[in-house]
């Protein structure tokens, strides 16, 4: 299985600041026939189901405001949330599905400092 | 708007058995691949098991392989997981989401989770 591995674990960023977000894979998980990286990424709010944030590495869901962006290709991905704000406090999630063996990064909390 | 609506956890003995049912609206289901992703209390998310849109294809993990079985009946737009010899480490609240367009794809949207709790 493709191990996902997120860093740091715990983020503390004051209130309009940029946090920033790694997440690595075992092995790529750039798809070399169509050039596209199979990498999402998720925000989970206390006592709330994971939403989408982004997909495709970089493209951001319909609705989620531009201060969040993705970045990265192969092995290396990032998470950019640029001016934070008080609702952004969540637990945020990579995963991979380039392979039906699903994985997802152990995730990281994000605090407001 | 796509709907999830997951039902069937409870507390369960050790060796015991539960079913879990999804039922799904606002999409033609039957068009959609569809995968339960469990999350164990204060832990991270774990794919468990995801179903190909006619039912003939299905993925498990490797910690519920041989003990869950997921299936799927178009005709209701419901998702089910089956799970058997279950264990305390499957402790966990149990998503069901679609796949978002074809198998390999991200999971969009996700339902409210139903909570399962193995003790004695």
């Known amino acids: 299985d493709i191990v996902m591995t997120q860093s740091p674990d715990s983020l503390a960023v004051s209130l309009g600041e940029r946090a920033t977000i790694n997440c690595k894979s075992s092995q790529s998980v750039l798809y070399s026939s169509n050039n596209k990286n199979y990498l999402a990424w998720y925000r989970q709010k206390p006592g709330q189901p994971p939403k989408l944030l982004i997909y495709w590495a970089s493209t951001r869901e319909s609705g989620v405001p531009d201060r969040f962006s993705g970045s990265g290709s192969g092995t290396d991905f990032t998470l950019t949330i640029t001016s934070l704000q008080a609702e952004d406090v969540a637990v945020y999630y990579c995963?991979?599905?380039?392979?039906?063996?699903?994985?997802f990064g152990q995730g990281t909390k994000l605090e407001i400092k | 708007e796509v709907q999830l609506l997951e039902s069937g956890g409870g507390l369960v003995q050790p060796g015991g058995s539960l079913r879990l049912f999804c039922a799904a609206s606002g999409f033609t289901f039957n068009s959609y691949a569809m995968s339960w992703v469990r999350q164990a209390p204060g832990k991270g998310l774990e794919w468990v098991s995801t179903i190909g849109d006619s039912g003939g294809s299905t993925y498990y993990a490797g910690s519920v392989k041989g003990r869950f079985t997921i299936s799927r009946d178009n005709s209701n737009n419901t998702l089910y997981l089956q799970m058997n010899s279950l264990r305390a480490e499957d402790t966990a609240v149990y998503y069901c989401a679609k796949v978002a367009y074809q198998l390999l794809n991200w999971f969009d949207p996700w339902g409210q989770g139903t909570l399962v709790t193995v003790s004695s």
């Open positions: 995963q991979q599905y380039y392979t039906t063996s699903y994985t």
